[in-house]
């Protein structure tokens, strides 16, 4: 992932513009929530950018979120990090956490942590060629 000054992500702007389009159907059976370091102005215009409609973006520029949950080195750095949280009788409680972001990944592409659910990467291992050694971008020609 990007450091913040440089902006946002493109591979993980390209996983979220995949979750928004699930998020309305997803709605009534989880809570999906984004969370972004960068300054709420900034989450909310970069949001109505991308068309995000029903997918809830959150600022954590304010709270220790990120670091608290492997999002962020011990020198700022924002990493891309998925996490579960699961909520019953006994409260909220991390459920799982996307830990393959720190493991060696194979033909080159990292991190490899949330290939498993996004339909891009998962078009791609249906072809004999398997996946790219490609990089999303935020938009095509």
């Known amino acids: 992932m990007l450091p913040l000054a440089e ?3 493109p591979s ?24 972004a370091k960068a300054p709420l102005s ?8 991308r068309g995000w409609r029903h997918l809830r973006v959150v600022s954590s520029a304010s709270n ?3 670091r608290d949950y492997h999002g962020e080195t011990a020198d700022g750095i924002q990493r891309p990090m998925l996490n579960v949280f699961h909520r019953d009788e006994d409260g909220i409680r991390h459920f799982w956490g996307s830990e393959l972001l720190y493991a060696a990944s ?16 998962n078009l791609f291992d249906l072809t004999p060629e398997g996946r790219p050694d490609w990089y999303e971008q935020f938009s095509y020609a």
């Open 42 to 49: 900034r989450v909310v215009t970069f949001v109505n950018e």
């Open 64 to 66: 220790t979120y990120n």
């Open 106 to 121: 194979d033909h080159g592409q990292e991190p490899r942590h949330v290939g498993m659910l996004e339909p891009l990467w």
């Open 7 to 9: 902006g946002p992500c």
């Open 12 to 35: 993980c702007t390209a996983l979220l513009d995949q979750l928004a389009g699930a998020a309305e159907h997803a709605d009534e059976h989880l809570n999906l929530a984004v969370v």
